[in-house]
């Protein structure tokens, strides 16, 4: 089966973890989104590629929500044989002093207009591995520095040595993060010089040449988001012969510094909305960091009754969204309205299945589901509750949450916890849902269903953020704070609201979302019984302006022309 995919050269695209599918529990959230719909993309615009990441046999967690609104984690172990084929090829990298074997299972994305794509699934629980060694891929990002510095190398080396066994041949190398940085130092080693050509004061790693294999797109301006690593727990647990002294200049001189290390050791770096750029150019000065926005896979996010919507009234949608430019004259507004009903209906039926909560289909619902941690600020929402019962008892409305918390985030716990009082103190006033174990399939069904999507981070904090343009996908407008993706998309009461300006909201103030939602979010909705054109007009503002622009497809030919062909 490999055979196929090893006779032209391929990108290689290095991600700690990647959504392939719902069954596979290879992803913890929005990094592990992006990188799968960058494969899908991929594929369907035939763009050779292959992606690399880890086999995490217990995955992330599955979450339980109790009736306290408390998450309790429980391992997502997976069987691998189902989906993918073991290979045979294996590598050895040295871990803490001890020479670890890496073997990889094969998964073929297969798109749905007929494209193929391989993944590589990197995997330690090998017979040859002790029982320490056999964990180093168990557990999605672990529990503690040492784990996720072994992961990190067992993703940077051992990827870039076993694509080399298996007969690759790669003409660039792509970073998702920086958890990969590590195959930098693999390149380096690959290609040095030998020592009796090179003159004294010359280096034997020829620097240049690796920069010009290579691409690192950073995620995140939080700083928890960047790993660092003492050089102690370097040199004991990196021990594959590199110069410390050379890592210390790539990396950092008081720890390595997973992020500087790509940056240092790529031609090509983005940050992943033109604010999230800007604001990574004044953390990392003296580099030049490049903005590709993020985008999202129109097929896969797009419900089933909108797919045959567009493939109606705008056939070639899926290879070319921009397309989708057309919606707002195309397509009628009647049919735009079924084909929600139709997702609204979807959401209904699975939030009455999760939780036995009841929402009514003639009320308007509000999706918010993410990441549960502080600088989202999931809770903005719930400042204040007797404002939002006394605007509900004039426009009802309905809430509908999700999203996990990291297992040590015991902030981004508590949060859920409070979500789960909030919604019992508005009981009888406001139906508030909050659904367990956010997933792919999940998403996909809220994002679709809602009527608003609502994003209220803490600025300049969100990179970018992709929710917001599934569910424009499916002619959800966006209500929300104007950071990441959004201050691009945002075209007031066409693609949907601010909250607030791109200076405001920094102060935690729910003032202006309230305001916002009581005098004219909810009265444009409550009014298209009388005036059907003022709600639809902005659903199809969110299709034609945002889901033709915000996809995967445009940021996929982006990389091709800007990052991969230099």
Known sequence: MLDEFIHEPRVAYFSMEIALRNEIPTYAGGLGVLAGDTVRSATDLELPMVAVSLISHAG??????????????????WEPGRWAQ???????????????????????????????????????????????????????????????????????????????ALGFTIRHYHMNEGHSALLGLELLRRHARMPEFVRPGESLYDLPYVRSLCSFTTHTPVEAGHDRFPYDMVQRVLNNGFDIEIIKRLAGEDSLNMTRLALNLSEYVNGVAKKHAEVSNAMFPGYKVHAITNGVHPYTWAAESFRQLYDHYLPGWCHEPQLLVRADCCIPEAAIWEAHVQAKQHLIEKVQALTGVSLQPDVPIFGFARRMTAYKRPDLLFSDLERLKAIAHNHPFQIVLAGKAHPHDEGGKHLIEQLGAHARALAGAIPVAYLPDYDLALAQTLTAGADVWLNTPLPPLEASGTSGMKAAFNGVPNLSVLDGWWIEGCIEGVTGWAIG?????????????????????????????????????????????????????????????????R
């Not at 339980?64 to 391992?75: K, L, N, P, S, V």
């Not at 979010?521 to 889901?547: C, D, F, Q, R, T």
């Open 501 to 565: 300006d791109a200076a405001g909201m920094a102060d935690g103030k729910a003032q202006v979302l309230y305001d916002k939602l009581e005098q004219v979010v909810l009265p444009l909705y409550y009014s298209h019984g009388e005036n059907p054109g003022g709600w639809l007009k902005v659903m199809k503002g969110a299709i034609s302006k945002n889901a033709s622009y915000f996809n995967s497809h445009r940021m996929m030919r982006r990389y091709a022309t800007e990052a991969y062909a």
């Open 86 to 164: 073991p290979l045979d090829a294996k590598i050895a990298v040295q871990i803490d002093g001890r020479t670890v074997w890496i073997g990889a299972w094969l998964y073929v994305l297969e798109g749905h207009m007929g494209g193929r794509q391989p993944v590589l699934l990197l995997d330690t629980d090998l017979s040859e591995n002790s029982g320490d060694d056999r964990a180093i891929t168990h557990y999605l990002y672990g529990s503690d520095n040492v784990y996720r510095l072994k992961q990190e190398i067992v993703l940077g080396l051992g990827g870039v040595r076993l694509l080399q």
């Open 60 to 77: 992330y967690f599955r979450q339980e929500i109790d009736a306290q609104g408390r998450q309790f984690e429980h391992a997502a172990t």
